[in-house]
């Protein structure tokens, strides 16, 4: 509804422009929010006061001169100008009432596709498979997947590239390890955390060892038999474990998913050659680095990005520089979404750089850093285990899922351990998904079982609560809110209106989201949106409705938030109860 109205108001300025009365050579953004008050319409726009000064006329005169040029539409029941020139828009109920109709017959809830439709690349995950997977990458397997949902749903060509950190010297040092210990192979990687720790101890304490690591990372990049061999069972070791979190989780990823660093190893010697012949490097102590003009220290040094070392050896960087080649001449993305940790910001502001310098990319791919802040223990510091350690995902996600039982058992003690499992299961790993998506992306965040288990306020049992009592509805009537319902939506009652106004917003947060790979947004509207479906629930009786009429818009628009709500779960990869 705003971009329509945006588009009102872009035609009377055009007007207004013809007319003489506005200069040619305007280009404004047309702001046009929702409207605070609903006793002042449902949307306002000041493009009257920012327009005036340039035009010289004043704002509220110029706001009737918009008013006046602007065409007759079927949304809009009236324009008002108020206080200093603000133009205020009424939604018309009728009109609305028509497009929720037809949303209740789309599959997408009458979402249009995005235009123009993009292949889109989405780096999510990307755990170093010589350990396992920490709550670090939780956060990038979750928001990478909820917006790679949501960019799906909007008819875009997705592409998730898991880029796990599989190669490089750590790799050396396990391969010495299970040369030392035979047996580990098979006893060791079942606790990879430990194998790590006891090979990285060996490492440390041991000159003989480290040497013999450094050997076998040499081997290992030369391509030599055995180690590969090794190798490769390890990272197959590893990379179930990540499957298994990845079931758990309930996220669309699998092992087709996985591009992982060693894949462009061979790519690796074209990457220098090509930034060497585009005169791009500088050899500094041995090294070959990047220099950029607008990357500089604290001390206002220029800052390299290192691509080779002077051992020959390639880094983290280099690699990147390959994966946007490959994104961009094999996988053709319009779009490369990288959801990593926000310390790695400069990191990809100076690969992007650099890779638009040497043509990886041209200048019609996007690439995004979506960064994200650190999960932090209740306490605000650093999420850790009781004696230090980092905590595995598995140990958290068996918790979440051990306390909600314990909760659901409390709240429902008759229900049969079955359900209650299931129950259980949904609500846990759904509450340590929504806790996380709900937050803004940037923002660090802290961990609290308590809080992300809580039935009040804007968490995962709250959502999923929200939704079966829809479902109840429906359940009442032995129907289904996914049936054709009879009649046809009527706007009369503020608490029916203010609710479908919310429910014609869907498709505007999804392409919010979408824009800024934001999944907190949508959280905050299917808050929002639970929230207005309560107050309709308690204002507006549906089964007792004395026309039959009203009984039936009612249950349609009940319907239509049912449904809302659990589309907008399931993009955030949450799944809903039809019970709790
Ligand atoms: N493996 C890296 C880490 O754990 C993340 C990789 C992110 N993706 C990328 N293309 N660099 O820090």
Not at 244 to 251: A, K, P, Q, W
Not at 461 to 487: C, K, N
């Given at each position: 509804?705003?971009?329509?109205?945006?588009?009102?108001?872009?035609?009377?300025?055009?007007?207004?422009?013809?007319?003489?009365?506005?200069?040619?050579?305007?280009?404004?953004?047309?702001?046009?929010?929702?409207?605070?008050?609903?006793?002042?319409?449902?949307?306002?726009?000041?493009?009257?006061?920012?327009?005036?000064?340039?035009?010289?006329?004043?704002?509220?005169?110029?706001?009737?001169?918009?008013?006046?040029?602007?065409?007759?539409?079927?949304?809009?029941?009236?324009?008002?100008?108020?206080?200093?020139?603000?133009?205020?828009?009424?939604?018309?109920?009728?009109?609305?009432?028509?497009?929720?109709?037809?949303?209740?017959?789309?599959?997408?809830?009458?979402?249009?596709?995005?235009?123009?439709?993009?292949?889109?690349?989405?780096?999510?995950?990307?755990?170093?498979?010589?350990?396992?997977?920490?709550?670090?990458?939780?956060?990038?397997?979750?928001?990478?997947?909820?917006?790679?949902?949501?960019?799906?749903?909007?008819?875009?060509?997705?592409?998730?590239?898991?880029?796990?950190?599989?190669?490089?010297?750590?790799?050396?040092?396990?391969?010495?390890?299970?040369?030392?210990?035979?047996?580990?192979?098979?006893?060791?990687?079942?606790?990879?955390?430990?194998?790590?720790?006891?090979?990285?101890?060996?490492?440390?304490?041991?000159?003989?060892?480290?040497?013999?690591?450094?050997?076998?990372?040499?081997?290992?990049?030369?391509?030599?038999?055995?180690?590969?061999?090794?190798?490769?069972?390890?990272?197959?070791?590893?990379?179930?474990?990540?499957?298994?979190?990845?079931?758990?989780?309930?996220?669309?990823?699998?092992?087709?998913?996985?591009?992982?660093?060693?894949?462009?190893?061979?790519?690796?010697?074209?990457?220098?050659?090509?930034?060497?012949k585009k005169g791009l490097l500088t050899e500094d102590q041995g090294a070959q680095c990047i220099f950029m003009e607008q990357f500089k220290n604290s001390e206002n040094a220029p800052l390299p990005l290192i691509v080779q070392k002077a051992d020959g050896g390639y880094l983290y960087a280099t690699t990147d520089l390959a994966a946007v080649n490959y994104r961009h001449t094999e996988l053709k993305a319009d779009r490369v979404l990288y959801f990593v940790d926000q310390r790695q910001a400069l990191h990809f502001q100076m690969t992007f750089a650099a890779a638009r310098l040497a043509g990886f990319a041209d200048d019609n791919m996007q690439l995004e850093h979506m960064g994200f802040g650190t999960m932090n223990g209740a306490d605000g510091r650093p999420f850790r285990t009781r004696d230090g350690g980092t905590v595995k995902l598995i140990d958290l996600l068996d918790e979440a899922e051990q306390r909600a039982y314990t909760l659901v058992k409390e709240k429902n003690p008759d229900l049969d351990e079955t359900e209650l499992?299931?129950?259980?299961?949904?609500?846990?790993?759904?509450?340590?998904?929504?806790?996380?998506?709900?937050?803004?992306?940037?923002?660090?965040?802290?961990?609290?079982?308590?809080?992300?288990?809580?039935?009040?306020?804007?968490?995962?049992?709250?959502?999923?609560?929200?939704?079966?009592?829809?479902?109840?509805?429906?359940?009442?009537?032995?129907?289904?809110?996914?049936?054709?319902?009879?009649?046809?939506?009527?706007?009369?009652?503020?608490?029916?209106?203010?609710?479908?106004?919310?429910?014609?917003?869907?498709?505007?947060?999804?392409?919010?989201?979408?824009?800024?790979?934001?999944?907190?947004?949508?959280?905050?509207?299917?808050?929002?949106?639970?929230?207005?479906?309560?107050?309709?629930?308690?204002?507006?009786?549906?089964?007792?409705?004395?026309?039959?009429?009203?009984?039936?818009?009612?249950?349609?628009?009940?319907?239509?938030?049912?449904?809302?709500?659990?589309?907008?779960?399931?993009?955030?990869?949450?799944?809903?109860?039809?019970?709790?």
């Open positions: 509804m705003k971009d329509h109205i945006r588009q009102l108001v872009h035609s009377a300025l055009q007007q207004l422009v013809a007319d003489g009365i506005l200069p040619a050579d305007l280009q404004p953004t047309i702001q046009v929010e929702n409207a605070r008050d609903k006793a002042h319409g449902d949307f306002a726009s000041n493009i009257a006061m920012v327009l005036a000064k340039s035009a010289g006329i004043k704002p509220r005169d110029l706001a009737e001169k918009i008013q006046a040029a602007l065409p007759a539409d079927t949304q809009v029941s009236k324009v008002e100008i108020a206080g200093p020139g603000f133009l205020n828009f009424y939604q018309n109920h009728a009109a609305l009432a028509q497009r929720l109709d037809a949303a209740l017959d789309d599959s997408k809830l009458g979402v249009p596709a995005a235009d123009p439709l993009q292949t889109i690349v989405v780096d999510l995950s990307s755990p170093n498979l010589a350990k396992e997977m920490h709550v670090g990458h939780l956060r990038s397997t979750i928001i990478g997947d909820a917006v790679a949902r949501v960019l799906e749903f909007l008819g875009h060509k997705v592409i998730r590239q898991n880029h796990v950190g599989d190669w490089g010297t750590q790799f050396g040092m396990l391969l010495a390890y299970l040369e030392e210990n035979p047996a580990a192979q098979q006893q060791g990687l079942s606790d990879l955390e430990e194998f790590y720790r006891q090979a990285k101890e060996r490492f440390d304490e041991s000159e003989d060892f480290a040497n013999r690591a450094r050997e076998l990372v040499v081997q290992l990049q030369a391509g030599e038999e055995t180690c590969l061999r090794l190798w490769r069972n390890f990272n197959e070791i590893s990379l179930s474990h990540c499957q298994e979190v990845y079931d758990r989780l309930g996220v669309k990823l699998d092992m087709n998913d996985v591009r992982g660093e060693s894949a462009y190893n061979e790519a690796l010697p074209g990457i220098i050659a090509t930034l060497q499992k299931h129950i259980a299961r949904t609500v846990g790993i759904g509450a340590v998904k929504y806790a996380d998506l709900s937050k803004h992306r940037a923002s660090d965040y802290s961990f609290n079982f308590d809080l992300m288990l809580s039935f009040e306020g804007n968490t995962a049992p709250y959502m999923l609560y929200a939704y079966t009592r829809v479902a109840s509805i429906f359940r009442r009537l032995e129907q289904s809110m996914d049936d054709s319902l009879p009649g046809s939506i009527q706007l009369q009652e503020p608490a029916e209106q203010d609710l479908a106004a919310a429910l014609a917003r869907f498709s505007e947060v999804l392409g919010n989201l979408a824009d800024k790979g934001t999944p907190h947004s949508l959280c905050t509207y299917l808050y929002e949106l639970a929230g207005l479906f309560s107050s309709f629930y308690e204002q507006c009786p549906i089964l007792a409705a004395e026309q039959e009429e009203t009984r039936n818009s009612r249950l349609r628009l009940a319907a239509l938030a049912g449904r809302t709500l659990r589309r907008g779960l399931d993009l955030l990869g949450i799944k809903t109860l039809e019970r709790m």
